[in-house]
T-cell receptor, first 112, second 111 residues
Framework: DGGITQSPKYLFRKEGQNVTLSCEQNLNHDAMYWYRQDPGQGLRLIYYSQIVNDFQKGDIAEGYSVSREKKESFPLTVTSAQKNPTAFYLC???????????FGPGTRLLVL | KQEVTQIPAALSVPEGENLVLNCSFTDSAIYNLQWFRQDPGKGLTSLLLIQSSQREQTSGRLNASLDKSSGRSTLYIAASQPGDSATYLC??????????FGTGTRLTIIP
C-alpha cells in the first residue's frame, strides 16, 4: 500500500529541547516538502528537497533543520532556536517539483 | 510574490444544494492549480489538478475551472452531502518547485 507516513502523531517539546519529526514515503517520489500550519494562516513551506542529499529553505526555515540521506525519508528537526514551535506539521511528496503533492497525516507539536 | 486568496473563510450550506468555492491568485503566470481537501486534524487530500492549458477538470461531483487571465479558479460541488464538510484549499506553483496555498474555505453541509 503506497503512501506517506508521519510519526509521531503528537509530540511534546520541553524548553531548550530539539525534537525530530519523521516523514517516510514509498511512492518513489523525488521531491519532498515540510509545511507548518497555524490556525488562520494556511500552510507555510519550511524546507523542500528535490533530490537526495540536497534541500532548500522555504519561507520560514529559521529554527528548523532537515536531512535527505535517503529518497524515502525527509526528517525535520525543530531546534531550540524555534521560539514558537506549537503548530501542525505536514510532510508531502511529489514525483517532481510542481506536480501533485501527496500529504501525510501530520504531526501536532506542543510545547510543555 | 504570488498571493492566493480564498473567500469566504467559512460557508454553511443545506444538504443537497450545489455550491461554488472561490480561489484568486495575483500572478497569472502559473502552469497548474490544485484543489485540496482537509478534514479536521488530518493531512491534505488532493482533489483536482488543472493544467494551465485546461479550463476545467472534473471528478465525480466536483468540477474545477481555471481562468488564468482573471486570476481565478472555482470549485463546484454538486448535490452536496454532509461528508463534504471539510476545509478546501487551493494552491498554485511558485517557481518550479514550491506551492503557495490559500488559507482555505471551511465548508459545513447542514443535514
Amino acid at each position: 500500500d503506497g503512501g506517506i507516513t508521519q510519526s509521531p502523531k503528537y509530540l511534546f517539546r520541553k524548553e531548550g529541547q530539539n525534537v525530530t519529526l519523521s516523514c517516510e514515503q514509498n511512492l518513489n517520489h523525488d521531491a519532498m516538502y515540510w509545511y507548518r500550519q497555524d490556525p488562520g494562516q494556511g500552510l507555510r513551506l519550511i524546507y523542500y528537497s528535490q533530490i537526495v542529499n540536497d534541500f532548500q529553505k522555504g519561507d520560514i526555515a529559521e529554527g528548523y533543520s532537515v536531512s535527505r540521506e535517503k529518497k524515502e525519508s525527509f526528517p525535520l528537526t525543530v531546534t531550540s532556536a524555534q521560539k514558537n514551535p506549537t503548530a501542525f506539521y505536514l510532510c508531502a511528496s511529489s514525483k517532481v517539483g510542481g506536480e501533485t503533492q501527496y500529504f501525510g497525516p501530520g504531526t501536532r507539536l506542543l510545547v510543555l | 510574490k504570488q498571493e492566493v486568496t480564498q473567500i469566504p473563510a467559512a460557508l454553511s450550506v443545506p444538504e443537497g444544494e450545489n455550491l461554488v468555492l472561490n480561489c484568486s491568485f495575483t500572478d497569472s503566470a502559473i502552469y497548474n492549480l490544485q484543489w485540496f481537501r482537509q478534514d479536521p486534524g488530518k493531512g491534505l487530500t488532493s482533489l483536482l489538478l488543472i493544467q494551465s492549458s485546461q479550463r476545467e477538470q472534473t471528478s465525480g461531483r466536483l468540477n474545477a475551472s481555471l481562468d488564468k487571465s482573471s486570476g481565478r479558479s472555482t470549485l463546484y460541488i454538486a448535490a452536496s452531502q454532509p461528508g463534504d464538510s471539510a476545509t478546501y484549499l487551493c494552491a498554485v506553483p511558485f517557481g518550479n518547485e514550491k506551492l503557495t496555498f490559500g488559507t482555505g474555505t471551511r465548508l459545513t453541509i447542514i443535514p
